[in-house]
């Protein structure tokens, strides 16, 4: 596998979330990247594996000054921390004003973390799930996406945020692909809507939505529905007890990873063999924050 990224057009949807769940729900080792040029949440959202706050010092913007010498893939380790529950993250900036450390580092960033996935050092290697926060026209951010496998647009069910993410998806499309439409399927990174829903409305909303993209003729279908599911996510924050596994949320994200590899395989297959985990388990070494109860298998 190599870079996925994780979007939205307008708003907050849920992408740090819904990056967050699909991380810990990973078949193989995985890096989650905060690379929101406006500013990351899980600094503030989140501990360390230790207890302790997570340190906003080490993450993309130790690794851009670092990047500026150059970097070798491998490196991104030494930019990233645990945490509490297992889950390698590299913490994104603080906020908007440090943006301006990264100008010029955008497209160096999105090509060490595709080649994170194809470190010839086996202890080394991870796919990387990138959490690119808001993506409008004017988002550096798309610098790292001729890098990746796969971008996943996250929205809600709302009329106007649909159409906000098939207007989206369809002039990214065009940037990234050109107007060859036959020729562009094959094209990377392909584009997918991660549609966040009821689930009693989710897979009706899904059919429309499919439709209006493919009337837009963006390149783009829905690829999975996240539930929307408030005590779930608090969960996955550790701010609420409670079985994690049980949860609409981490239910619906299982299936999510379950389908992305099943429907983008030939883009998400790595060349490096697959490390022995089973498929809709938790990467190795993750285990749910003490506040979460004690999931199951897959949660």
């Known amino acids: ?40 949440d899980l600094v503030y959202r989140s501990v360390g594996a230790n207890g302790r706050p997570l340190d906003p010092g080490t993450g993309i913007l130790s690794l851009a000054a670092t990047a500026r010498r150059g970097i070798a893939a491998e490196q991104l380790w030494d930019h990233s921390q645990r945490m509490a529950g297992g889950l390698d993250v590299i913490i994104g900036l603080a906020s908007s004003d440090q943006s301006g450390g990264l100008t010029g580092q955008w497209g160096a960033l999105g ?17 990387v799930l990138a959490d690119l926060g808001r993506l409008d026209a004017h988002s550096p951010a798309q610098a790292l996406l001729p890098h990746a496998a796969l971008l996943l647009l996250v929205t809600r069910g709302q009329p106007e945020n649909l159409a906000h993410v098939r207007d989206r998806a369809a002039a990214l499309h065009n940037k990234l692909h050109g107007q060859q439409r036959g020729a562009s399927q094959l094209a990377k990174p392909q584009i997918g809507v991660l549609l966040i829903a009821e689930p009693q409305q989710g897979s009706k ?46 239910r619906s994200a299982r299936k999510v990873v379950t389908d992305v590899h099943q429907t983008f395989r030939a883009d998400l297959n790595p060349v490096r063999p697959a490390l022995p985990q089973q498929q809709g388990a938790p990467p190795q070494g993750y285990a749910p924050p003490p506040s979460y109860g004690r999931p199951g298998a897959g949660a």
């Open 111 to 127: 090509r060490v973390f595709a080649e994170l996935a194809d470190s010839p050092h086996q202890e080394a290697a991870a796919d």
């Open 205 to 250: 909303i899904a059919a429309q939505v499919n439709e209006m993209l493919i009337a837009s003729q963006s390149g783009a279908r829905v690829v999975g529905l996240i539930a929307e599911d408030p005590a779930g996510a608090e969960q996955l924050a550790g701010r609420r007890r409670g079985r994690l596994d049980k949860s609409l949320l981490v």
């Open 1 to 40: 596998m190599a870079l996925i990224a994780l979007a939205a057009d307008k708003g907050a949807p849920g992408v740090t979330t819904t990056a967050v769940a699909l991380a810990a729900l990973w078949p193989r080792r995985v890096l989650l990247a905060e690379a929101d040029p406006a500013g990351g």
